[in-house]
Nanobody
Framework: QVQLVESGGGLVQAGGSLRLSCVVS???????????MAWFRQAPGKEREFVAG????????DYDDSVKGRFTISRDNVKNTVALQMNSLKPEDTAVYYC??????????????WGQGTRVTVSS
């Protein structure tokens, strides 16, 4: 059973930064290395949306237009972690952020494995 656990959320003022992390456990020693990984978010009253994704070898990355130039996704295949560095945060970035992993059709999904989410609140 693959488990994804996010951390790093919190309250930050607009213009500030946060770094989210997701640790993947379970499966086989090859599981994480075979997975594409992504971050999604769901704001209150809205559907969950794609934020950023990264292929298993970090060769390809994809970002939603709303976060390009501000967010950076990265992964460490030794530590089985994927991170989302979020800079220049805006109030509209407020959401619960979810880590996802699997073998999607493309980096935007669909994914089979999800974390429980970590809340990010950006105050104006």
């Amino acid at each position: 059973q693959v488990q994804l656990v996010e951390s790093g959320g919190g309250l930050v003022q607009a213009g500030g930064s946060l770094r989210l992390s997701c640790v993947v456990s379970g499966g086989t020693v090859w599981t994480f290395n075979a997975y594409s990984m992504a971050w999604f978010r769901q704001a209150p009253g809205k559907e969950r949306e794609f934020v950023a994704g990264i292929t298993r070898g970090s060769i390809e990355k994809d970002y939603d237009d709303s976060v390009k130039g501000r967010f950076t996704i990265s992964r460490d295949n030794v530590k089985n972690t994927v991170a989302l560095q979020m800079n220049s945060l805006k109030p509209e970035d407020t959401a619960v952020y979810y880590c996802a992993g699997g073998r999607p059709t493309n980096l935007r999904g669909p994914y089979d494995n999800w974390g429980q989410g970590t809340r990010v609140t950006v105050s104006s």
